[in-house]
């Protein structure tokens, strides 16, 4: 199937896109979803109103892959589909980098959230590189089998800054620990906020973050199967496109 134009919808987002072109930087973003109710409901961060970056926006937690993200210990592995999906359409595709951009959704989620994502049925962590003290101090280890690869977002070039964003989405009954005064009028995020789906598209969200909440609309209604194909926004010629990594 042929790349589907959507730039119709994108219109009058960021037209000032003079910038120089950049190379979009790994990052990777999750999607916590809560099903205890009849309802599903997706986390979400308002991002400090005093930031250049979105002000005020509500956005998944995420941010970009650091070096140390390679190096940290975890439990189990990606599902297969998943692992597979991420090393298609990437320049020197490896397990590695899968892993990576699995487990900075992880951290990310931690760092802005004070939700960490694991299991403490391996026991304590040790040995931790940079920025995963938390996991160590709360005996957790993040748990990949937890998650699974949902959506792909390329920024489109002439932006100030671009990602090359994966997000991942995970159950809530999956967080093992919460770190308490992470979330405040001095932090990345100033409030987090549990949402349900019709919610989520009626508050103040960048134009992506609406088009993927769409998708996992789609996705949760289709049971979130493993074989569901995952959307990958992308832009081309000046306009931006949605295909399906299947």
């Not at 990777?28 to 308002?46: E, H, I």
């Not at 100030?160 to 093992?176: K, N, S």
Request: charged fraction near 30%.
């Amino acid at each position: 199937m042929s790349p589907t134009d959507v730039s119709a919808r994108f219109l009058g987002v960021d037209r000032d896109a003079r910038h120089p072109t950049v190379r979009p930087a790994d990052a990777a973003t999750l999607v916590l979803v809560d099903r205890s109710k009849r309802t599903p409901r997706l986390l979400f961060g308002r991002r400090n109103p005093k930031l250049k970056f979105m002000p005020g926006k509500f956005v998944f937690p995420g941010g970009r892959v650091d070096a140390q993200d390679r190096r940290m210990p975890v439990y189990g592995t990606l599902d297969a589909e998943s692992e597979r999906r991420l090393l298609t359409r990437v320049t020197r595709p490896s397990p590695a980098r899968a892993r990576a951009l699995a487990l900075t959704a992880i951290r990310e989620t931690c760092e802005e959230t004070g939700l960490l994502l694991g299991t403490r049925e391996a026991g304590v962590p040790e040995g931790l590189p940079e920025g995963w003290a938390a996991f160590g101090a709360a005996g957790v280890f993040p748990n990949l089998e937890a998650l699974t690869f949902v959506a792909r977002a390329i920024t489109p070039p002439g932006r100030p800054r671009r990602f090359d964003t994966r997000f991942f989405m995970a159950d809530v009954a999956d967080i093992a620990h919460r770190e308490e005064g992470v979330v405040g009028p001095d932090a990345e995020l100033v409030e987090t906020a549990w949402l349900t789906i019709a919610e989520a598209k009626k508050a103040e969200v960048p134009n992506i973050t609406l088009a993927i909440i769409e998708e996992i609309e789609t996705r949760l209604d289709g049971g979130n199967r493993p074989w569901l194909p995952v959307p990958f926004y992308f832009t081309r010629g000046g306009k931006m496109y949605r295909d399906s990594l299947a």
